[in-house]
């Protein structure tokens, strides 16, 4: 049996998973939560939050915006950026309408943000998008964007919700629209798919995590039918990406992992000059100690940069698998703000 040792300050645990074929792997996760000041600079918290073992919903599990991740997720290919918390407008005022971008390198991502507006009847002009309201604030939640169900039930057949958003607004059946009443319309957009036609569906916006049911993630979920059931089950099916398990949108994803030095931009989420923060230096290990005396340290990744814009935090998430193998007694899991140091001395 191996046992797994956390030995830092920073959260961290580890569990088994069955990943192609049925090959067993560790799954080593450590995060760290930092504080950002007015200049962007970035510090531990003394009291670190505690890892997520279950997604957290805004409300009722799945009907409602995913606001954090489990912990829990075996793998990512490449880093999740995911931004929470309220885009503000970049003037000192309330606005009818900004954009904001996020920039990841040279990655580039822009939504327009809008105050509350409907959609609504008029005799001769049919039904046109109302001006929106100024507002001092629009919240990340998926709510925001276009999306929806048709009415409120417990269960909704195809065609009665959108998928890409079951939980936005705008989503309607135009032939049972009822002309006395206004229809609230999306207050993120994506920087391509305007809203231009009322119940025409658009691409939703935004910057925070996605669900597991969404098509964005479910085209890489692989195939679940009886030859699985009957030849692969429990394993993962051989034909799943694992990009299934990235939460962020494709468009907020580097082809790999962020490192220390790596910058990301935001722009048009507050008043002011826009938000630049920097990766810090942190070096996270796992370190596996074999019943022969040997010791084997391998590099934990970055793969989730999660920003919470009303909280002023960055959560950084490290994680590494090791193929569990019988000679394995022990795991000590790292993690440490760090300069150039030399792994082998730090860890040996």
Not at 42 to 50: D, G, S, T, V
Request: hydrophobic residues 35%.
């Amino acid at each position: 049996m191996t046992i797994i040792v956390s030995q830092s300050s920073f959260p961290a645990q580890g569990f088994e998973h069955r990943f192609y074929h049925g090959n067993r792997y560790h799954c080593l996760s450590t995060k760290v939560t930092l504080a950002w000041d007015a200049d962007s600079r970035l510090e531990a918290l003394e009291r670190q939050p505690p890892l997520y073992l279950h997604d957290t919903w805004r409300d009722q599990p799945e009907r409602s915006s995913l606001l954090y991740p489990s912990d829990l997720i075996p793998f990512k290919p490449s880093t999740d950026v995911l931004i929470l918390g309220t885009v503000r407008p970049p003037e000192e005022r309330p606005l009818p309408m900004w954009y904001a971008s996020l920039q990841i390198g040279e990655l580039e991502k822009r939504l327009r943000f809008f105050g509350p507006r409907h959609w609504q009847y008029g005799a001769l002009s049919g039904w046109t998008l109302s001006e929106p309201e100024p507002t001092d604030g629009v919240a990340l939640l998926y709510e925001n964007a276009f999306g929806g169900c048709i009415g409120d039930k417990p269960h909704y057949e195809e065609g009665e919700y959108f998928p890409d958003n079951p939980v936005g607004c705008g989503f309607i059946d135009v032939r049972q629209t009822d002309r006395a009443q206004r229809y609230r319309a999306a207050q993120i957009e994506a920087w391509d798919a305007p809203l231009r036609e009322f119940g025409r569906p658009v691409r939703p916006g935004g910057f925070g995590p996605l669900p597991a049911y969404v098509p964005e993630r479910l085209q890489h979920a692989g195939t679940y039918d009886e030859q699985w059931q009957q030849e692969v089950a429990p394993n993962i099916p051989l034909d799943m990406d694992l990009r299934y398990w990235n939460t962020a949108h494709a468009d907020q994803r580097p082809a790999g992992y962020l490192k220390a030095g790596d910058r990301i931009r935001l722009a048009g989420i507050r008043p002011g000059a826009p938000l630049e923060l920097t990766i810090p230096p942190y070096d996270a290990a796992a370190v596996c100690s074999y019943e022969d005396g040997s010791r084997v340290s391998q590099v934990m990744s970055l793969d989730t940069v999660l920003l919470d814009l009303d909280a002023s935090r960055m959560t950084l998430r490290f994680h590494a698998i090791v193929a569990q193998d019988e000679r394995i007694k022990r795991i000590n899991l790292y993690c440490a703000s760090t300069t150039l140091v030399d792994k082998e001395v730090r860890h040996g």
